[in-house]
């Protein structure tokens, strides 16, 4: 069964896509190499994912690659 979430624990779209399609752990791995150091405020975790979704959203190309 299906249960809501707080939006501050939702996953974004993207997120879901790339893990269903197994892509997910590649694509985070590339985008770590590229970018070691997070946001300032953020830790390395969330500048990893916001990195990664902005990359996403910017060209239509697959980050990392």
Do not use: T, Y
């Amino acid at each position: 069964m299906l249960r809501n979430a707080a939006p501050s624990a939702a996953a974004h779209p993207a997120v879901i896509d790339a893990w269903a399609q197994g892509r997910l752990g590649a694509e985070m791995k590339a985008m770590r190499r590229r970018f070691s150091r997070p946001f300032k405020g953020m830790d390395a975790g969330e500048a990893l994912v916001l990195r990664w979704l902005s990359a996403l959203e910017g060209g239509g190309a697959r980050p990392g690659r």
